[in-house]
């Protein structure tokens, strides 16, 4: 035998079945075991692995269909809305459109209205030249009593002079000057006219027992004395046809009254306003 150097020895080794065996030989015998076992495990943990994959990408499989099924419906319902929102836009300018033309419309009127109000009696259309320039004449020739106010068509009287306190009598010296203005209402150039007589009072209330009588309130002794008015010009030739009384009371006031019901001079009057026929 050769000399042996240490890590060569192989000592003899009892194994189970009872024959001798080297230690080298049973070592290996041990790996082998050992890594049988460690593969065995592995491959378990690997078929576990790849089951557990198979079951995930299961899974990812259908949230993909999933997913693409819920994106084909989004985007249908995409189109629809791009679609409606087209419908709807149109829609929408078209009633804006009309939103905008009865504003305008509606616009119009109003201003018809209010011209056809101020018309009515409160700065009517301005009267031809020839019957405004008649009238003028008239209020400087009886400027006491009258005023005359162009822009309106607007022949105004101071009650003072025509009524006695509380009564709808037209004095006898006014009489002359209304039916002087009832000469111009017949000329040709105011025939295509009516005439509207509104009777104002101020704030002195109705307090004789005798004038309760034939005026219980303010309301009554306005438009008595507007038809009064009216009689006078009924007499002198116009036609009933072309007038209108209104009475006002203490409501429509040109000037403040004096405190305590006290009234104001100004505010006691008759109005005259020239009107478009029809009117």
């Not at 009515?120 to 030249?129: E, F």
Request: with cysteine; aromatic share 4%.
């Amino acid at each position: 035998m050769g000399a042996q150097t240490p890590g060569n020895v192989s000592l003899p080794f009892v194994g189970k079945d009872g024959t001798m065996q080297s230690k080298k030989t049973h070592v290996l015998t041990v790996i082998a075991i050992t890594t049988l076992i460690v593969l065995t495990g592995c491959n378990s943990e690997l078929k576990n692995c790849q089951i557990q994959n198979k079951k995930q990408q299961a899974r990812i499989d259908q949230l993909r269909s999933s997913f693409q099924a819920e994106s084909l419906k989004l985007d249908k319902c995409d189109r629809k809305l791009q679609t409606a929102q087209s419908r709807c836009d149109a829609k929408t300018q078209s009633l804006q459109e009309k939103l905008a033309a009865l504003q305008n419309d509606l616009a119009q009127k109003k201003e018809l209205i209010s011209s056809m109000q101020k018309q009515l009696l409160y700065g009517g259309a301005r009267l031809p030249v020839e019957l405004s320039t008649k009238l003028q004449d008239f209020a400087v020739a009886n400027k006491n009593i009258v005023t005359y106010d162009e822009n309106k068509g607007l022949v105004k009287f101071k009650s003072d002079l025509l009524f006695a306190r509380g009564s709808d009598e037209v004095a006898t010296n006014a009489k002359d000057t209304i039916k002087a203005l009832c000469e111009i209402l017949n000329s040709q150039e105011a025939k295509k006219f009516d005439i509207i007589i509104a009777g104002h009072t101020d704030d002195i209330p109705i307090r004789k027992a005798a004038t309760k009588v034939e005026h219980p309130t303010n309301w009554h002794l306005s438009a008595d004395r507007a038809i009064a008015v009216l009689d006078v010009i009924a007499n002198s030739g116009l036609d009933f046809e072309r007038m209108s009384i209104r009475g006002f009371s203490k409501y429509r006031p040109i000037a403040p009254n004096k405190p305590g019901n006290k009234g104001n001079a100004k505010n006691r009057r008759v109005e005259i306003y020239i009107v478009p026929k029809g009117t």
